[in-house]
């Protein structure tokens, strides 16, 4: 193990380095010092712990499973709508009741939700899958089973690749892989209310058999910032197919943590299981914090217990006799005389897949020439959004910034700066949507084009846009011809204000020409001052310069 930590320390040079640093568990301190996580990753999931006799070192291992709420109208058996935050028990079948006689009759979109997503993580998808009964008792589970997929789920052995920064910096940014175990249709429970007033429990079945895809995460991933990276890019993946909202506040997405730690060379630690995660940031820091909490209990002589729930087929699994074997498609297999709309075609759906987030990061950066980590905050900006908005689809910052540069001549790379530093701070400090936003793709490319064509110096257009963004309809121009913002072409007038600058500020001209260069930004913040912002900060420059070496 040590040589080949060896291997890859020379071969990844300084980052490796980093990444070595930032794996340290700061024995004794307790989780979470100074409201930091004690936890952090490396490149190859190491960890050192400081034990009594010298540094220890503990390999921390994490798998993750997800339970993913299907974008469908109807659930996954019955044709019960599905509706967040409708009124109790009003969205309640004779099926989802669990009444004798009613038989489920599988839901075609969510097979199709299902396989597209297994198609997106890379998974081999199964021809013939079945359906098992997982008997265990709930008060919010009617039947006293769920219609589960465990034996032959519909998708299998695939793979999610995340990008993880280093250090938090955006710059510097890893790509991982996590593997992809399986993905299986099953049903949602009821929801158990706890009246603790009333001493008593209610029961909502609104939510009793809607379709739900639970992903299983191999145990691939080592600390929390990777499993919330993993989670977030999964979420992004959901959104942008529409196979899920994926919203995690209202419980369409929830994830069960699987945590063990062990050292290097020996098998996989005693796993706990922390369950029902509804929030990325609490993931991240709930895995941390079980992680530590692992480390100093066995630090300290203790034991770890099983608390994770068995996938044994031989303990409460049965075949599931009202439901015959899902029989799936493709353009080979496909019968000639069958009806097209009766069945579900597995290459029709693989053509069908819209571009993926890390391709659409890709195409931003070559087409556009931006920076990886712009296009990474520009979908991430746009995943922000739509789990807050009931319509996940509709068009986001990304395509925001594309309408903006069909319609302006200043290059992609200036207008990222002006979208992800102005826009997305107007955005963020009244909290709207890119389609909410007061300020049009059109209107910020007309701004930008003043600006580039120099009619209006960065100053005033930021002024422009201020003013834009209270909705008024007007027109960049007539915003800066209203305000006198139009960039002074005087140049006599405005060597005269730079002449006047350069004599009331002596001990700035002093260091200037002592060699302190960095004092030269206050007489051209002194002139666009006087100006009102209305001079071309690269002229000041140039004119400033002149006279100071006159």
């Known amino acids: 193990m040590a ?11 300084g980052v490796w380095r980093r990444l070595r640093q930032r794996c ?26 400081a034990g009594k006799s010298g540094l220890t070192p503990w390999i921390p291992v994490v798998g993750l499973e997800i339970h993913a709420q299907i974008s469908s109208n109807s659930k996954l058996f019955s044709g019960s709508q599905v509706q967040f935050a409708a009124p109790p028990n ?54 006293g089973y769920q219609i589960t997929q465990q034996r032959v789920p519909i998708a299998v052995n695939g793979s999610l690749s995340y990008s993880l920064c280093i250090d938090n910096k955006m710059s510097q940014m890893v790509t991982k892989t996590v593997r992809i175990k399986q993905i299986q249709l099953e049903q949602d429970s009821g929801k158990s209310l706890h009246d603790d007033a009333r001493s008593q429990t209610l029961v909502d079945l609104n939510r009793a058999g809607v379709g739900l895809m639970e992903l299983v995460m191999e145990p ?58 509804n929030s990325i940031r609490f993931l ?18 203790g034991t770890i217990s099983n608390e994770t729930r068995a996938f044994d087929s031989k303990l ?36 069908r897949l819209p571009d993926l987030p890390s391709v659409k990061r890709e195409k931003l ?18 995943q922000d959004q739509n789990c807050n908005s009931r319509h996940s689809n509709e068009d986001g910052l990304p395509e925001f910034f594309e309408n903006v540069v069909k319609q302006t001549q200043m290059k992609p790379k200036k207008v990222i700066g002006w979208i992800l530093n102005d826009l997305l701070s107007y955005l963020k400090q009244h909290s709207l949507t890119v389609k909410e936003s007061p300020v049009s793709s059109f209107l910020l490319a007309d701004l930008l084009n003043l600006l580039e064509k120099k009619e209006i110096s960065s100053t005033a257009a930021k002024q422009v846009l201020a003013e834009l963004w209270k909705g008024k309809g007007k027109t960049p121009l007539e915003t800066v011809k209203e305000q006198k913002l139009e960039l002074l072409q005087d ?30 930004n206050k007489l051209i913040g002194l002139v666009q001052k006087k100006t009102q912002g209305r001079s071309n900060p690269v002229l000041v420059k140039q004119l400033l310069e002149k006279k100071l070496s006159e």
């Not at 950066?365 to 746009?382: D, K």
Request: hydrophobic share 40%; net charge negative; aromatic share 6%.
């Open 3 to 13: 040589a080949v930590l060896a291997m890859v320390a020379r071969g990844c040079g």
């Open 491 to 520: 140049q006599k007038e405005l060597e005269q204000i730079c002449q006047a600058v350069i004599d009331g500020q002596e001990n700035e001209v002093m260091a200037i020409k002592a060699g302190n260069q960095k004092v030269l």
């Open 284 to 301: 991240a820091k709930a895995v941390d914090y079980e992680i530590q909490r692992q480390i100093e209990e066995l630090g300290n002589g």
């Open 365 to 382: 950066v070559e087409q556009y020439g931006i920076l990886p980590e712009h296009s990474f905050t520009l979908l991430v900006w746009q």
């Open 90 to 143: 009003s969205l309640v079948s004779f099926f989802d009741a669990s009444l004798p006689g009613t038989l489920p009759v599988l839901n075609r979109r969510c097979v199709e939700a299902a396989v597209m997503t297994g198609l997106a993580l890379n998974c081999h998808i199964n021809k013939k899958s079945l359906f098992d009964r997982k008997h265990y008792f709930y008060a919010d589970l009617p039947a």
């Open 220 to 277: 691939d991933m080592c600390c929390g910032e990777e499993a919330a990276a993993a989670v977030r890019e999964l979420q992004l993946i959901l959104q942008t197919l529409g196979s899920s909202q994926a919203v995690m506040a209202e419980g369409q997405l929830r994830v069960d943590a699987n945590v063990s730690v062990h050292h290097p060379g020996e098998p996989y630690g005693v796993r706990t299981e922390v369950k029902n995660i």
């Open 24 to 49: 340290a568990v700061r024995p004794g301190s307790g989780p979470f010092p100074r409201g930091e996580r004690a936890v952090a990753c490396n490149a190859r999931g190491g960890m050192m712990s």
């Open 316 to 351: 409460g699994f049965m075949p599931e006799p009202n439901l015959p074997p899902l029989i799936l498609y493709d353009a080979k297999s496909l019968p000639a005389n069958m009806n097209h709309q009766q069945v579900i075609n597995i290459d029709w759906i693989r053509e």
